[in-house]
């Protein structure tokens, strides 16, 4: 064979691994963080922007996090006056949950392509005038055809809540920062789906379980108001394109198979000849800032096709080990929050417990304390736990060194839906449920963090579409847990069906170990699938 033509078909045979960049450069005097994604000279570019600007519209986006989960966990506490007042059974209520859970499921494949083709704010608040209106319809629900549908409409308005936070973090600011502001959003999503219940709780004692939803309807319409004149479009599109860098280098594989100490160095070296990694930001003079008026643009409007949009979050399930990870560990995590509080809503109402509405709310203080607990593992910490594995490895920073923290929740997660799930069934003092449901709460809040911070890090080109994949696995596998859940406790019983719940989810935290081993060659065999994904959509920053 042509000694030309192996070289070509090497060359095209071996890629950069995604997600591998050079965090720390150590060539320095002082140690300095390396830039990435690397930041134009455009001070228009999100990047660039101040850190009051940045804290602004993360600030506005968190909050449409807080109430969105509000209103998707708060139906709970209702449950038994509802049961009274209307005659809902038991398999109504899980029904409406479950068609809640499947337009968060759906909503993304409708939503998301329009968020890259139109921009990020016009689906902000068009997301948060759907959830407005819907919470105006459970206010006023009377049937079981009005439950459904209402739930349908909030799953459907809250869909993109998660994917379009996932996002902004990715348009705003850098690896470095991605599990703190990822733990920022899952302090927000906690106090949402943790603290809501428990304010609705007093209100629904107080005023009524209708006003839970009105008191709703005034948060959402304040939000409205700040998001229209507040929340800045954070797409991007340069004045200047740059020339692209890490997604297009290319590294001969053989780096993977010799030893650590010859693949760090063939990796600082292949960074450090690439000339278009920033580690100081230079704004061009000649670029004005854009005036409000523009800042606030209802369309963004790129010429890109939408229609890989629709079909790419499928594939992205099957292609990358990254994504199947974070949607087997998201997915699974939420299953067995919407099993924990289904079942408490509808048990700790009887003996020996008589838990009332508020009983019932007070019950996700744990929750959220374990929450608050464990945020700064999956976020701050993690932060700094990359910083210094990086300076280990020789400045070079790979996504799987993020994973080391989420191994401990393969104990701790399976422990608390055993300590919570078998109190349950043999009545034990409401206390240990409560720190079952504590421990669960500080796990959840960690590896949600993790999870996602790592198929981020991996698959910042294509993190919209990987995320539509993940949250609606997510959400499918809790559409059919509450679907099956009534039948499933009657059938296996309240003991055996959290010892099954414990022993699955052992085995999913235990993921990160063969990512452990085998990332990094996942990475480097799926770059050219990534490449050939990412360009499939317009990526319109000068990276």
């Not at 860098?245 to 030893?259: C, K």
């Not at 932060?383 to 790979?398: A, F, R, V």
């Not at 919209?464 to 993940?470: D, I, S, T």
């Not at 480097?524 to 959509?537: G, I, L, N």
Request: hydrophobic share 50%; net charge negative; aromatic share 14%.
């Amino acid at each position: 064979m042509d000694p030309g033509m192996m070289d070509e078909q090497d060359r095209d045979e071996t890629f950069w691994a995604p997600g591998t960049v050079a965090l720390e450069d150590i060539n320095r005097t002082r140690d300095q963080i390396v830039l990435f994604p690397t930041p134009s000279d455009d001070p228009n570019d999100p990047l660039n922007w101040s850190t009051a600007r940045k804290a602004l519209n993360f600030t506005l986006v968190s909050f449409f996090v807080l109430w969105t989960f509000v209103q998707l966990d708060i139906g709970f506490t209702a449950w038994g006056p509802m049961e009274t007042e209307l005659g809902f059974s038991v398999d109504i209520l899980n029904a409406g949950a479950a068609v809640n859970y499947g337009g968060l499921a759906i909503g993304c494949f409708f939503f998301i392509p329009l968020v890259h083709k139109y921009g990020r704010r016009p689906i902000y608040i068009f997301s948060v005038a759907l959830q407005l209106a819907s919470c105006v319809w459970q206010a006023k629900m009377t049937s079981v055809g009005g439950f459904i549908g209402s739930n349908l409409i909030s799953g459907l308005g809250g869909a993109i809540s998660e994917i379009v936070v996932q996002i902004t973090v990715a348009d705003l600011f850098f690896v470095h920062q991605h599990a703190t502001m990822n733990g920022w959003f899952v302090i927000f999503q906690s106090a949402g789906a943790f603290l809501g219940p428990v304010a609705s709780g007093y209100i629904v004692d107080s005023q009524g379980w209708r006003w839970m939803w009105w008191w709703c309807v005034i948060f959402f319409g304040v939000t409205l108001i700040c998001v229209l004149f507040l929340f800045e479009e954070s797409k991007y599109i340069p004045v200047i394109h740059g020339q692209p860098v890490i997604p297009q280098l290319q590294v001969d594989q053989r780096v993977l198979d010799q030893d650590s100490k010859d693949t760090k160095q063939a990796d600082h070296d292949a960074l450090e000849s690439n000339p278009g990694i920033a580690r100081t930001v230079t704004i061009n003079p000649n670029i004005s800032l854009k005036s409000y008026r523009e800042r606030m643009a209802w369309l963004t409007v790129t010429p890109e096709s939408m229609w890989p949009h629709f079909y790419q979050p499928v594939v992205t399930l099957f292609t990358f080990p990254a994504v199947a990870y974070a949607a087997l560990t998201y997915g699974s995590t939420l299953a067995w929050f919407a099993v924990m509080t289904s079942l408490q809503a509808s048990y700790m109402l009887y003996p020996p417990y008589n838990f009332s509405a508020i009983g019932v709310g007070l019950m996700n203080v744990a929750p959220f304390v374990g929450a608050m607990l464990g945020f700064p593992v999956g976020g701050w910490l993690s932060d700094k736990h990359i910083l210094w594995l990086s300076k280990k490895n020789g400045g070079i920073y790979e996504p799987e060194m993020r994973l080391w923290l989420a191994l401990p929740c393969a104990i701790l997660i399976p422990g608390s839906i055993l300590m919570f799930g078998l109190g349950l069934a043999y009545g034990i003092q409401w206390s240990l449920l409560a720190v079952g449901f504590g421990v669960f709460g500080f796990a959840f809040s960690a590896i949600s963090g993790i999870a996602l911070s790592y198929l981020m890090d991996c698959y910042q080109d294509i993190i919209g579409n990987a995320l539509v994949g993940v949250i609606f696995m997510r959400n499918i596998i809790s559409v059919v847990v509450l679907f099956v859940l009534t039948p499933w406790v009657n059938g296996m019983g309240m003991q055996n069906l959290h010892i099954l719940c414990a022993f699955v989810g052992f085995g999913i935290y235990l993921i990160p170990i063969p990512l452990l081993i085998w990332g990094k060659k996942a990475r480097v065999y799926t770059a050219a699938s990534y490449k050939k994904m990412a360009e499939k959509q317009v990526t319109h920053r000068a990276v």
